[in-house]
Antibody
Framework: EVQLVESGGGLVQPGGSLRLSCAASGFTFSNYWMHWVRQFPGKGLEWVSRINNDGSSIMYADSVRGRFTISRDNAKNTLYLQMNSLRAEDTAVYYC???????WGQGTLVIVSS | VVMTQSPLSLPVTLGQPASISCRSSQSLVYTDGNTYLYWFHQRPGQSPRRLIYKVSNRDSGVPDRFSGSGSGTDFTLKISRVEAEDVGVYYCMQGTHWPLYTFGQGTKLEIK
């Protein structure tokens, strides 16, 4: 069974940093692209970033490019999202997802506030 | 690509049908001939769950009262007879114009 467990969220001040992690199991992690998607408090969904299976191809949404960095450790079956220069508008629940956008984990909540 | 759902609020009587429209600003037909249009359902307090992939394919465990249809830029999710467990928010999403995957605004289904 595919499982994705996000962690690392929390309360951070504007301009601060956080590193999210996503532990994957139940599938051959190293074979697949992975995504980060976020859900805002008003419930809208936004695709954030995508990384291919070996990390050689990475894409970002315009809203996070230059501030967020996606990476992965295939030996640890773990996906990461380094978030720098955080803004209030980054407040959201962050989900990691496989290329099929299924299943969704429980997500990790990031709150950017002073 | 902008995804526009309607209605945004959908009150439905139990046992009655429901229909949600999703329109894209560009055709969702990919160069491989597939159309990467997905539907997700999010129950209150839960994470989203994929219901439909590639326009009309139901995911495992999804009741057959759910059906997806459409082509090009116009798509529809239909529920033949709404049950109490169907409440929540429904989202469409396009995966054709990657990497700029985009979601609809969501349609909130509630029981009258």
């Amino acid at each position: 069974e595919v499982q994705l467990v996000e962690s690392g969220g929390g309360l951070v001040q504007p301009g601060g940093s956080l590193r999210l992690s996503c532990a994957a199991s139940g599938f051959t992690f190293s074979n697949y692209w992975m995504h980060w998607v976020r859900q805002f408090p008003g419930k809208g969904l936004e695709w954030v970033s995508r990384i291919n299976n070996d990390g050689s191809s990475i894409m970002y949404a315009d809203s996070v490019r230059g501030r967020f960095t996606i990476s992965r450790d295939n030996a640890k079956n773990t996906l990461y999202l380094q978030m720098n220069s955080l803004r209030a508008e980054d407040t959201a629940v962050y989900y990691c997802l496989p290329p099929t956008f299924d299943p969704w984990g429980q997500g990790t909540l990031v709150i950017v506030s002073s | 690509v902008v995804m526009t759902q309607s209605p945004l609020s959908l009150p439905v009587t139990l046992g009655q049908p429901a229909s949600i429209s999703c329109r894209s600003s560009q055709s969702l037909v990919y160069t491989d001939g597939n159309t990467y249009l997905y539907w997700f359902h999010q129950r209150p307090g839960q994470s989203p769950r994929r219901l439909i992939y590639k326009v009309s394919n139901r995911d495992s465990g999804v009741p057959d009262r759910f059906s997806g249809s459409g082509s090009g830029t116009d798509f529809t999710l239909k529920i033949s007879r709404v049950e109490a467990e169907d409440v929540g928010v429904y989202y469409c999403m396009q995966g054709t114009h990657w990497p700029l995957y985009t979601f609809g605004q969501g349609t909130k289904l509630e029981i009258k």
